[in-house]
């Protein structure tokens, strides 16, 4: 079993800045990816930012220059610093990991709970 679990949503006015963490724990054999989405009421669910074992980061172009991925293998941890945040930027914030659970399995998805964000104008 694999968990994921977020933790650093909250409440900040527009221009603040928030940082997100993600912790995997579990059967952990390998993690390629892991990233951050996000979803605001009445929208689906999109990629805000992605961070590979190897390889480059990618980001929506709607964060790019505020929002910063990064990943700590060690911890199996994954981090969302988030500055010059926006009204816009309000949503619930899922983790997701691609793992390996065992040696004799494929990858699989894994995403946390969501931790919300709101800000405020």
């Known amino acids: 079993q694999v968990q994921l679990v977020e933790s650093g949503g909250g409440l900040v006015q527009a221009g603040g800045s928030l940082k997100l963490s993600c912790a995997a724990s579990?059967?952990?054999?390998?993690?390629?990816?892991m990233g951050w989405y996000r979803q605001a009421p009445g929208k689906q669910r999109e990629l805000v930012a992605r961070i590979p074992n190897r390889g480059s980061t990618n980001y929506a172009d709607s964060v790019k220059g505020r929002f910063t991925i990064s990943r700590d293998n060690a911890k199996n941890t994954v981090y969302l610093q988030m500055d010059s945040l926006k009204p816009e930027d309000t949503a619930v914030y899922y983790c997701?990991?691609?793992?390996?659970?065992?040696?004799?399995?494929?990858?699989?998805?894994?995403w946390g709970q969501g931790t919300q964000v709101t800000v405020s104008s």
């Open positions: 579990g059967s952990i054999v390998s993690i390629s990816a």
């Open positions: 997701h990991a691609e793992v390996r659970p065992t040696w004799y399995t494929r990858e699989y998805d894994y």
